[in-house]
């Protein structure tokens, strides 16, 4: 069956540009998180979504980084004034629930994302 | 807070050789343990997990034991491949669902 998909792949862009990246999660898993993957900072938690529920921003690095998710499926991280120190590769995952603990999380190719 | 320490890299291994890389955690409770893998040009993929204390999670020949005592679960292999060359990652999780990553130990199996 079809993964985790990401778009784009890779996105180059320039300073204090905004960027939107996208993320469609597995048909039927009702959690989806976004992580980072960088050099400096390695995989670090940025963002989840359960259901309807409040999503668990507690991760994002700064207020202009922002995530949605319309319609419980598809999900959409928003980098307002990209800056240098955002590049990196941003990755998506999806889970069928938040409840379990243990629930495997499957993961997207990443967008690599490069702030000249 | 939160986090993990993972055994530092490359690590660099003839095949057939014995492999092991330590993590160590930090976290509230007792939470599920993860490692995860990062072959070359792909995307990360669960290896293995252990959900409490003396559980014993095993994939592809790797191993790993949750030890609860030493807040540990260190990753082993009795005989590398060529093909386990990779990007591994330790991983408790938090809360409900938040996965916390170690910093990655690369693995290089040389023939």
């Known amino acids: 069956g079809a993964g985790v998909s990401q778009s784009p792949s890779n996105k180059v862009t320039e300073k204090g540009k905004d960027v939107e990246l996208r993320c469609d999660p597995i048909?039927?898993?009702?959690?989806l998180y976004w992580y980072r993957q960088s050099l400096g900072q390695g995989l670090e938690f940025l963002i989840y979504f359960q259901g309807n529920s409040a999503p668990d921003k507690s991760g994002l690095p700064s207020d202009r980084f922002s995530a949605e998710r319309t319609g419980g499926s598809v999900s959409t991280l928003t980098i307002q004034r990209t800056q240098q120190e955002d590049s990196a590769v941003y990755l998506c995952?999806?889970?069928?629930?938040?409840?379990?603990?243990?629930?495997?999380?499957?993961f997207g190719p990443g967008t690599r994302l490069t702030v000249l | 807070g939160d986090s993990v320490t993972q055994m530092e890299g490359p690590v660099t291994l003839s095949e057939e050789a014995f492999l092991t890389i330590n993590c160590t955690y930090t976290a509230t409770g007792y939470p599920s343990l993860f490692w995860y893998v990062q072959y070359p040009g792909e995307g990360l993929q669960l290896l293995l997990k252990a959900t409490k204390a003396d559980d014993k999670g095993s994939n592809k020949g790797f191993e790993a034991t949750y030890r609860k005592e030493t807040t540990s679960f260190h990753l082993e292999k009795g005989s590398v491949q060529v093909s386990d060359s990779a990007v591994y990652f330790c991983?408790?999780?938090?809360?409900?669902?938040?996965?916390?990553f170690g910093q990655g130990t690369e693995l290089s199996v040389k023939p």
């Open positions: 995952a999806s889970s069928f629930s938040r409840g379990e603990a243990y629930n495997e999380q499957f």
């Open positions: 991983a408790p999780i938090i809360g409900a669902g938040k996965l916390i």
């Open positions: 048909s039927g898993h009702t959690a």
